[in-house]
């Protein structure tokens, strides 16, 4: 799996593809919420990726994400740049060139720990942990890519809709930031749907 | 305005803005701006909104080691705790101290 630059640049790309194509989605929760920015800045960073491709498929896995998570940081902007460019530059750093199942969930938990840290948050807080901790619980279970986990990503994005939101800008908003879907939990939940879907073949 | 205050003597720079000159923050400028405003006393940033804190903390995690000591991200008004943190530079206070002057702003 992913071990040669073929199936690396098409997981990338159709994740990319993807944000991109929900854009305007992310942007319309942000408009409910927050201040409206996520789509726009979620497809600069899906662009940057994308206009790199050839030099990323070519890179080993690891080396891949890395520089994946460093395009995001310089590219995203608000707080997800930092937030995603974090995730994927600890699984960057977390994974082995081969990894095995037991490699990738301990991978995905570093990284889960990793953004947990950046943005001083923990699940429950309606923000994109919401969907990261409860996919990492799956994996736990059944770490191969999986409708299962397509599911509980899905179910993780929609179960953020009657939290309260107690991080960043939707925080403002007290008890209005109930009753929307939070933008980075729905980010998140595309992109883990994309790419187990795509790993799944 | 802080020029205004303090004059010429505290090196000083700022940023705002996405890469693309939209609302946001760029990792980027702020590297940039800590880079303008380097001195070997170190650099006191102020922030808006949570974004742009975030990032202040990821461009000081991309500087080297010895650099990212004498980094300090005030938790501070930033109108306010710009004047105030240079003028406290200005008369030759340690980074330690012009942080916490700049953060006795802050309701505790």
Known sequence: MLEDAASRRSLIEAVAQDVIDHAEELTALDQAVGDGDHGVNMKRGAEAVLADIDALAEKTLPEALK????????????????????????LGKSLPEKPNSTDTVAAFDAALQAVMARGKSHPGQKTMLDVLAPALEQLKNDPSPSEALCVA????????????AERGRASFLGERSIGHMDPGARSSSLMITKASKILEG | MVRQMVGEEVPLASCGGDTDGGLGTSVESILS??????????????????GAETNSEMAIEMQPEDRQQRIA??????????????????GGAS??????????????
Do not use: H, Q
């Open chain 1, 67 to 90: 520089a994946i998570g460093m395009a995001l940081v310089m590219k995203v902007g608000g707080a997800s740049g930092p937030l995603y460019g974090t995730f994927f530059m600890t």
């Open chain 1, 153 to 164: 990503a899905a179910e993780a994005a929609e179960a953020t809709i009657p939290m309260r």
């Open chain 2, 33 to 50: 701006a800590i880079d303008a405003a380097w001195s070997e006393a170190g650099v006191a940033i102020l922030v808006d909104l949570g």
């Open chain 2, 73 to 90: 991200i005030c938790n501070a008004p930033i109108v306010e705790g710009a004047v105030i943190a240079a003028t406290e530079a200005s």
């Open chain 2, 95 to 108: 980074l330690d101290i012009v942080r916490r002057t700049a953060e006795e702003l802050s309701p505790a």
